[in-house]
Nanobody
Framework: QVQLVESGGGLVQPGGSLKLSCAAS????????MNWYRQTPGKERELVAT???????NYADSVKGRFTISRDNSKNTVSLQMNSLKPEDTAVYYC???????WGQGTQVTVSS
């Protein structure tokens, strides 16, 4: 019953920006921490950012200072603002509640000139 729908991915040039969104349903969103992950075929999934139910945030060193995670509990959404994008940011991005095992389909981000 838990559903997570990622959106906002696309093709951007190096140095550009993109904002991803994740719509959550099937659970009481405001009580749960939410994470963003990314994965490239053949590589391990990487934890990119996390936000607690209380709003505290943490980031992978590779994105710190460039990405910002936020949540809107009134809309049951979590977002990832990505700035100063690099080719190595290319991946499929997923959101996930650590308390649940569900993975959505993700959204593709491609950074290329």
């Amino acid at each position: 019953q838990v559903q997570l729908v990622e959106s906002g991915g696309g093709l951007v040039q190096p140095g550009g920006s993109l904002k991803l969104s994740c719509a959550a349903s099937g659970f009481t969103f405001r009580y749960f921490a939410m994470n963003w992950y990314r994965q490239t075929p053949g590589k391990e999934r990487e934890l990119v950012a996390t936000i607690s139910a209380g709003g505290s945030t943490n980031y992978a060193d590779s994105v710190k200072g460039r990405f910002t995670i936020s949540r809107d509990n009134s809309k049951n959404t979590v977002s990832l603002q990505m700035n100063s994008l690099k080719p190595e940011d290319t991946a499929v991005y997923y959101c996930k509640a650590p308390a649940y095992s569900y993975w959505g389909q993700g959204t593709q981000v491609t950074v290329s000139s």
